[in-house]
């Protein structure tokens, strides 16, 4: 990873400031932290923390305190009209317990609780434009009048009980629908009750799943239409962002990737060819989306597959997405196949999103493997991306975000009703 750093230091020329290109150097091997870095130089991170914070007040337009400065994590960062107050993100997760579509208590509770849990934005978990476009019998949806005021519920409870923003991601599952549910067999086929299923090609995802039917016109011109739908009633449900997923093997993704997109139309061939009914849909779906609110992008940076994407196609996808309009790439990886060749570590999609920031002077999201405050005030300071998403990590622990503050001595506001744990010293490792 060192050695990857100096193969691609031009990347940062002219793009990162003095400071932030040392704080880059200094953290590239992963062994040394912003964390660690206190240790051998107090003063240095002293001063790339005041750095950061005067820029942060910059780039959010809020005021942010210079003496001490908040350690970056917990700056805040501005995506049009919409202020995250800090860069950690509850990543989507799919939670298998919708009935129809319909959100519950269960979801209300699981994304309350990482609100409550000091997360700047909570992005729901992969809802679908339509009943058939869900994965599975217990996805979520917004497709029904009724799931705009279920919906509702749960991001005035966010709203009302705390500093964060919440997001919805929105999706078709494509050929990875009718599907079971994770702890069932994830990508399995239903062994009844199956929907059919679209996606670019006609190519299955196991050899065994259903065959999925390529996308006529006529299906385009749907699916699209439901995003939109689906982006009206995300609009009157109150959230704060839209994210479209372009990733894991989806519809939308089952164009981009050369895998799954054998296409000889206009839809296929060329990245801007497999990249163009993708477009038509975020560009749709940006139309009817307030211009105040943002619109995020989850991509696939590679499909850790030979003759898949690549890190160098989700440059060339996320400059055509800035160019349409998107806010901010959140980039993620792999799932468009089930031979795929991951290679797993820490941070191990993070090169991914700091090629992208730099080379298609995007803001990003980074996902993958992000456990530690240590890492994620490393990537921040660092400018790798803008915003750590973390999944595993704010699912094993709902107050992942408050208890990071408190481990660096940073005060995270309480919410009224938990006031009286001020001044606790909860028992540490
Ligand atoms: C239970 C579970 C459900 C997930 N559902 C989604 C989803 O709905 N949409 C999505 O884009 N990624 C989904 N993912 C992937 C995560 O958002 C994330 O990209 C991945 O887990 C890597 O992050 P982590 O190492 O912090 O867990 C899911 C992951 C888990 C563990």
């Not at 006529?216 to 962002?241: I, K, P, Q, W």
């Not at 570590?345 to 992208?356: H, S």
Request: include cysteine; aromatic fraction near 10%; proline fraction near 8%.
């Amino acid at each position: 990873m060192s050695l990857e750093w100096f193969e691609q230091t031009e990347r940062y020329y002219g793009r990162l400031e003095p400071i932030q290109f040392a704080m880059s150097l200094l953290t590239r091997s992963l062994r040394v932290t912003h964390e660690n870095l206190k240790v051998r130089d107090p003063r240095f991170v002293a001063t790339v923390d005041r750095w950061f914070a005067s820029q942060a007040e910059r780039q959010a337009r809020v005021a942010v305190p210079a003496a001490p400065a908040p350690p970056p994590m917990f700056t805040p960062f501005r995506l049009r009209n919409l202020v995250l107050p800090n860069r950690v993100v509850v990543s989507p997760m799919c939670q298998y317990s919708a009935e129809d579509g319909t959100p519950n208590d269960w979801h209300l509770v699981h994304l309350g609780s990482r609100a409550l849990g000091g997360a700047g934005l909570v992005i729901t978990e992969m809802t679908d434009v339509s009943r058939e476009g869900r994965i599975s019998p217990g996805c979520t949806g917004m497709y029904k009048a009724e799931h705009v005021a279920a919906w509702k519920r749960i991001v005035d409870f966010v709203h009302a009980n705390s500093p964060a923003k919440i997001g919805m991601q929105l999706a078709h599952a494509g050929r990875k629908g009718s599907t079971k549910k994770l702890w069932e067999g994830i990508d399995e086929p239903l062994p009844a009750g199956n929907w059919p299923i679209i996606s670019a090609s006609a190519i299955p995802y196991y050899p065994h799943s259903q065959v999925p039917t390529p996308m006529g016109r006529s299906d385009m011109d749907t699916v699209r239409d439901d995003f939109v739908r689906a982006a009206r009633m995300a609009e009157e449900a109150g959230f704060d962002l839209l994210e479209l997923h372009f990733a894991h093997g989806y519809l939308l993704a089952s164009f981009l990737s050369p895998l799954t997109n054998t296409r000889a139309d206009e839809y296929g061939g060329a990245l801007a060819n497999r990249a163009r009914y993708p477009l038509e849909v975020f560009d749709a779906v940006r139309a009817v989306w307030p211009a105040r609110k943002p619109v995020s992008v989850r991509i696939s940076a590679t499909d850790w597959m030979e003759g898949g994407a690549t890190p160098a196609d989700a440059v060339e996808l996320a400059k055509l997405l800035k160019a349409h309009g998107c806010d901010i790439v959140d980039v993620s990886a792999g799932q468009t196949v089930p031979d795929q060749k991951p290679v797993y570590g820490r941070l191990y999609q993070t090169p991914f999103a700091d090629r992208v920031r730099h080379e298609a002077e995007m803001p990003t999201m980074t996902v993958g493997n992000i456990a530690s405050w240590a890492d994620v005030n490393s990537i921040i300071a660092a400018g790798r991306a803008d915003l750590c998403v973390l999944a595993r990590a704010h699912l094993y622990d709902p107050y992942w975000t408050r208890h990071a503050a408190y481990e660096q001595g940073y005060e995270l506001p309480w919410p009224d009703q938990y006031v009286s744990v001020k001044g606790f010293t909860p028992r540490l490792p």
